[in-house]
């Protein structure tokens, strides 16, 4: 027989958003379990340096996910760091968590899995991450006032990347595979409206080069097969990012028109009562650090209301 360990608050992921449900799971009172498959931190300590998060003006990624560890862990709640969690049945009053070594119940249970951006794979993506290549605009795009960058995508994410980019660069050039824009009409327009943007269609990035920090991008034209190396300081690379959902949508919970988002209301709750979820694996629209904790502590107080109170309100 399978022995199956009871607790009040189950948070799936030990990133921003699972750290602070659990300081507020924590001390509230539950019984709080936090499962991470790999070490806790999250994104937060792939972030080179974080200049937006109140309190810190600066800060290194490592060391701010390190902090809002040690205080998770002060506050009493219990993390079991490479514990991958399996399987999620969510449909009754208590919710099981099967993990690869044994199993949890909980009647709450907090989805805060993340997501992860979708790569180029190409040649010095890797060594030149956070030395120049990055993913995501509105972090790392303060560092290249008045410098050249480049972005790569042509969806709403790329073409708002570029228009919070063309604010700040001295010119930013758009890469795209197609021949035109997967985007609103809006963005589009805007895009064409900007004198230090440059659109090369048809386009794929061929290899990333430099020293210790990035210094030029090699180019292959789809159509005519021709290579160029254009000089850069910045590769944003926006060409979609997946929530990592997988296993609670197989579980019942509801993403949102993507597919791939977890759907949730303004009280972090999905269609299934007592589950919750918060951060980058939801759709709320902005992903940030500063966000997924906000996100973490409504569900978190907003898990203890349901499991606490009986007059919670009903989805
Ligand atoms: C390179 C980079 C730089 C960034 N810079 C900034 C910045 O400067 N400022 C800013 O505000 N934001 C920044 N961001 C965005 C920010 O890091 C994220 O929006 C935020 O950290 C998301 O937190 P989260 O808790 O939702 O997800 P995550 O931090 O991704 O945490 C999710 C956790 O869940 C775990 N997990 C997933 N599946 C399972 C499973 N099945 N079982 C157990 N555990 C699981 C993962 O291992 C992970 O630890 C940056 C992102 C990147 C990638």
């Given at each position: 027989?399978?022995?199956?360990?009871?607790?009040?608050?189950?948070?799936?992921?030990?990133?921003?958003?699972?750290?602070?449900?659990?300081?507020?799971?924590?001390?509230?009172?539950?019984?709080?379990?936090?499962?991470?498959?790999?070490?806790?931190?999250?994104?937060?300590?792939?972030?080179?340096?974080?200049e937006?998060?109140?309190?810190?003006a600066?800060?290194?990624?490592?060391?701010?996910?390190?902090?809002?560890?040690?205080?998770?862990?002060?506050?009493?709640?219990?993390?079991?760091?490479?514990?991958?969690v399996?399987?999620?049945?969510?449909?009754?009053?208590?919710?099981?968590?099967?993990?690869?070594?044994?199993?949890?119940?909980?009647?709450?249970?907090?989805?805060?899995?993340?997501?992860h951006?979708?790569?180029?794979?190409?040649?010095?993506?890797?060594?030149?991450?956070?030395?120049?290549?990055?993913?995501?605009g509105?972090?790392?795009?303060?560092?290249?006032?008045?410098?050249?960058?480049?972005?790569?995508?042509?969806?709403?994410?790329?073409?708002?990347?570029?228009?919070?980019?063309?604010?700040?660069?001295?010119?930013?050039?758009?890469?795209?595979?197609?021949e035109?824009?997967?985007?609103?009409?809006?963005?589009?327009?805007?895009?064409?409206?900007?004198?230090?943007?440059k659109?090369?269609?048809?386009?794929?990035?061929?290899?990333?080069?430099?020293?210790?920090?990035?210094?030029?991008?090699?180019?292959t034209?789809?159509?005519?097969?021709?290579?160029?190396?254009?000089?850069?300081?910045?590769?944003?690379?926006?060409?979609?990012?997946?929530?990592?959902?997988?296993?609670a949508i197989?579980?019942?919970?509801?993403?949102?028109?993507?597919?791939?988002?977890?759907?949730?209301?303004?009280h972090?709750?999905?269609n299934?009562?007592?589950?919750?979820?918060?951060?980058?694996v939801?759709?709320?629209?902005?992903?940030?650090?500063?966000?997924?904790?906000?996100?973490?502590?409504?569900?978190?107080?907003?898990?203890?209301?349901?499991?606490?109170?009986?007059?919670?309100?009903?989805?």
């Amino acid at each position: 027989m399978v022995l199956v360990e009871s607790y009040d608050l189950i948070i799936v992921g030990a990133g921003a958003a699972g750290l602070a449900a659990g300081i507020y799971g924590s001390r509230s009172g539950l019984k709080t379990l936090i499962l991470e498959e790999k070490l806790a931190g999250g994104t937060t300590g792939d972030a080179p340096l974080v200049e937006n998060y109140p309190g810190f003006a600066s800060i290194l990624g490592s060391e701010l996910a390190d902090k809002m560890l040690q205080h998770c862990k002060k506050t009493g709640a219990i993390l079991h760091e490479l514990e991958v969690v399996e399987n999620l049945d969510l449909k009754g009053e208590k919710k099981t968590v099967k993990t690869n070594k044994t199993s949890y119940e909980a009647p709450a249970i907090i989805i805060a899995t993340g997501a992860h951006y979708r790569t180029l794979d190409v040649k010095g993506e890797k060594e030149f991450k956070g030395k120049g290549v990055s993913y995501c605009g509105v972090c790392d795009g303060p560092f290249f006032k008045g410098k050249h960058v480049l972005v790569v995508g042509g969806g709403n994410s790329a073409c708002i990347t570029t228009l919070y980019l063309s604010g700040l660069a001295a010119d930013v050039v758009v890469v795209h595979r197609r021949e035109a824009f997967r985007a609103e009409d809006a963005l589009v327009t805007d895009i064409a409206s900007k004198g230090n943007v440059k659109v090369m269609w048809s386009t794929q990035v061929t290899e990333i080069k430099g020293d210790k920090i990035v210094k030029s991008i090699v180019l292959t034209n789809s159509k005519t097969g021709e290579t160029s190396e254009v000089p850069v300081d910045g590769v944003f690379v926006q060409v979609g990012e997946s929530p990592n959902s997988t296993q609670a949508i197989e579980a019942g919970v509801e993403p949102d028109e993507s597919g791939h988002a977890i759907k949730i209301d303004i009280h972090q709750r999905t269609n299934i009562p007592g589950v919750f979820a918060a951060g980058d694996v939801t759709n709320h629209p902005v992903m940030q650090i500063g966000t997924a904790v906000g996100q973490g502590i409504t569900a978190a107080l907003e898990a203890y209301s349901y499991i606490r109170r009986p007059y919670y309100r009903k989805p």
